[in-house]
């Protein structure tokens, strides 16, 4: 698995538009998260700075403008973070993590059906 480096809340709202669209330009990520955001152009832009310097995302020039594209894909990012977080929460204990979901949620028929089909996939590995 890559080495993906800690990224913060903020810098996960623009890595959430690249992995759904990229590449994008600096002035399409500040005009989506504008929308959704107080953030002035310049936060967003030391953001864009933050990832690039910690090599999550590349650029390509473009005449004046710079595209950014994710340098790893979200599927990788979420398995870092699962690991991550098993490992700070709950010491590496799988079993433990699904327990103590499983005790605390309530779940729809449909999600324990979806559950038990993953569980016997597994178990047939």
Do not use: C
Not at 18 to 26: C, E, G, R, V
């Amino acid at each position: 698995m890559k080495n993906i480096p800690k990224i913060s809340q903020s810098e996960f709202e623009i890595m959430k538009l690249l992995w759904k669209d990229h590449p994008l330009s600096s002035s399409e990520i500040i005009a989506s998260l504008s929308e959704k955001t107080n953030w002035s152009h310049q936060t967003i832009k030391t953001f864009i700075n933050r990832l690039l310097n910690k090599q999550v995302i590349g650029f390509e020039k473009s005449g004046r403008n710079y595209l950014y594209y994710p340098l790893f894909s979200y599927d990788d990012y979420v398995k870092v973070e699962n690991t991550s977080f098993l490992q700070r929460v709950y010491d590496g204990a799988l079993e433990m993590l699904f327990s103590k979901f499983l005790e605390e949620e309530n779940l729809s028929h449909e999600e324990i059906e979806k559950l038990q089909k993953i569980l016997k996939e597994k178990q047939e590995l």
